[in-house]
């Protein structure tokens, strides 16, 4: 389980975080929506330890993060969550089946053909095993955050971050990949924290929804209350009505 | 009222100064104390080797021949009539050995190298890219500046032989079509001045410089920041700052074995 408790995250005079409080429930679907600019990205990365927050803390599996090192991430979180990038931040120097490998090498370091298996297995699972020797700039945007997907899921991740992942991608892409999302909840039980716009798609796949807004996370509720709820700023939000 | 201005724009930039060169110097600790997971990077090191090396060779042959020519006319018509000739042999050696090759080659590896490796990490800091290494639990110093690191220590080293070979080569040339200095008069000059104590001095020096190319390169991509603009700007000051440093190495090296 992941549990943030009152987090907050400035950068200069913008304050960007002011005092987030969410839990994410295991095996479960957690979508956090909001509009753009009001620190989503930054609460992701602050999970993972990629960004440091000023105060509060973050528990992950009981453990605390506050303080954390960088090798101290590495040793108790990194192994068991990963992110996938809104762009799919895929090492653009090597191949789709070298990146994918490159993390299993490195942080696992399992041998050859174990990688091989877990390379085969997570481009099978994302649909795209043809493209393991392909080059990120040679995939379309939907290729690209399905290889992201991938290189995730290899590691077998406990907890999967993922950054908007359908946007910028057609109607018929953006279901491929909610429908991945939600498979590899029910198949592999990865538990998820969605950071999205997509309102339809955050509707169909997560099991809750949360609203951040100002800083602060003002709503939280099962995603299929969604429409029902008395908070004017989420009503407003999710309908796109320009207030 | 100025001159106030100025002394605090002096006190600034040498505060900004000693604070880049102190996180320079922790990434440096840094990048030398992952040597010792050096087995995981084999791959990467040896193409690094190959990017620093064998893809220079060509410019560093190049330039190095054009500065022996240039050497061998510049001493061969400013040398006095009564100096005999064959001393421009030994002249053209100690002037190659412990200053043109080291300078040469750390100046075009600025220029080639540095400016790689920040376009190159910068790049992959502007694109995400190293927060994903990150977040893979991959340290990013280890795995993108100590393979570079170990692959210039040997490399630049390594194309400063050549350097040396082809400038001497060149000067040899120059100085036959300038002074008519034959071959034995040249080898006589160059064994008459020749010392194993100057060629250690030149793979001191090339051994440091490619130290500071890598991590100034290093350096300047992973602060590099708000997109195309960043990473030229990141590009820009990594060759000039370590063509800088290399001067200012080349001296302190110079005057240090010097008085050893």
Known sequence: ?243 | MNFNLYIEKIGYYTRTAIEGYGRLSIMLFHAFSSIRKFHLYIGQIVEQFIYIGRRSLPIVIITSVFIGLALGVQIGTQMSPLTPAWVEGGLILRSILLEMGPIIIGLILSGRVAAGIAAEIGTMKVTEQIDALRSFAIDPVEYLVMPRLIAAMFAVPALLVFADFFAILAGFISSYFTINLGWEGFLKGMYHNFYVSDVFTSLVKAFIFGIVIVIFGSYFGFNSNRGANGVGKATTLAVVWSSVDILMLDYVISAFLFFL
């Not at chain 1, 279901?175 to 716009?197: A, D, F, P, Q, R």
């Open chain 1, 1 to 243: 389980m992941i549990k943030i408790n009152n987090i907050y995250k400035s950068f200069g005079n913008f304050k960007v975080l002011q005092g987030v409080n969410l839990n994410v429930e295991e095996n479960k679907i957690l979508s956090v929506v909001g509009k753009s600019g009001t620190g989503k990205s930054v609460l992701l990365k602050s999970i993972l330890g990629l960004i440091t927050y000023d105060k509060g803390n973050i528990e992950i599996d009981g453990i605390n993060t506050n303080g954390f090192s960088e090798a101290e991430f590495n040793k108790y979180i990194r192994h068991k969550m990963t992110l996938v990038f809104q762009n799919g931040a895929l090492w653009d120097s090597m191949t789709v089946g070298a990146n994918i490998d490159l993390a299993l090498q490195i942080q696992k370091h399992l041998d050859v053909t174990e990688r091989e298996k877990r390379i085969k297995e997570s481009l099978e699972a994302v649909g795209l095993i043809n493209i393991r020797n392909v080059y990120p700039n040679e995939l379309s945007g939907g290729m690209l955050k399905r290889a992201a997907i991938a290189r995730a899921i290899a590691m077998k991740p406990k907890y999967l971050l993922y950054d908007e992942p359908t946007t910028g991608l057609d109607p018929i892409l953006s279901n491929i990949i909610n429908n991945l999302i939600k498979k590899l909840n029910v198949e592999m039980g990865i538990t998820s924290l969605i950071i999205s716009h997509d309102i339809k798609g955050v509707e169909s796949i997560s099991d809750d929804v949360a609203m951040l807004y100002e800083g602060k996370i003002i709503l939280t509720c099962k995603a299929k209350e969604m429409w029902e709820q008395n908070n004017q700023i989420f009503n407003n939000f999710i309908r796109g009505k320009i207030t």
